[in-house]
């Protein structure tokens, strides 16, 4: 038995026993909800509705009142649980869930199956791709590490993996900025104004707005 098969049995153990009156020997499915903010995983009520004689919903209602915040489920910590139909979701502190997962990776070895999964596969990862007439942020720093993580995860998994990034993507925002600069700039650069370059070029994209707009409003009037 994996780590993961011992996690997931030993957590519809713990479940069914919040719930006194289903019998022991129940083994109810989990699944992930279909939207990943209801929670890591959800436990189905219906597999209990005809041992108990009680609609899918009313069971499922019981039970999250026997779920507390904080409440040890095997080697998961709950964080919240919730009833949704015939359906607990259920929401696990990160922490134990992290610490879950490494020891299900560990236990698979030096070479688990996955890391082959995807041999003779080429992918693309297309990151990072910065406008090149906006200043970098912080939303620029994550789309990096996003990207280069899920990279690395593919070549774990054996693929052949492309790393794409569209360097210096001229398309209609760089030429509203150039339009701009030859309008109004009068030959300065980011050395007489002290800017940095993307700062630069990105107050003449600005400027562009704000005259277009201008020119609508005085249009409409």
Request: overall charge neutral; aromatic content about 6%; some cysteine.
């Amino acid at each position: 038995m994996t780590a993961l098969e011992s996690v997931s049995r030993v957590l519809k153990k713990e479940l069914v026993a919040r719930l006194p009156s289903a019998p022991a020997e129940v083994d109810p499915p989990l699944s992930r909800p279909p939207d990943p903010s209801l929670g890591d995983l959800a436990v189905a009520a219906f597999p209990l509705a005809k041992t108990l004689r009680q609609p899918p919903a009313r069971i499922a209602a019981e039970w999250v009142e026997r779920l507390e915040p904080g409440t040890a489920l095997g080697a998961l910590r709950l964080d919240r649980a919730e009833a949704v139909g015939g359906f607990v979701n259920l929401r696990f502190e990160t922490e134990s869930l992290l610490a879950a997962a490494c020891r299900a990776v560990a236990e698979m070895g030096d070479a688990p199956a996955w890391t082959t999964s995807g041999a003779g596969t080429k992918v693309m990862v297309e990151y990072s791709s910065p406008n090149t007439n906006k200043p970098l942020h912080l939303g620029h720093v994550r789309n990096n590490a996003i990207g280069m993580a899920l990279s690395n995860l593919l070549e774990a998994c054996g693929y052949e993996v492309v790393r794409v990034n569209l360097v210096n993507d001229r398309g209609i925002h760089i030429c509203k900025s150039m339009l701009a600069y030859r309008t109004w700039g009068g030959g300065e650069t980011p050395a007489d104004t002290g800017e940095k370059g993307d700062h630069f070029v990105g107050r003449w994209y600005v400027r562009y707005d704000q005259a277009l707009r201008e020119e609508r409003a005085a249009y409409l009037e």
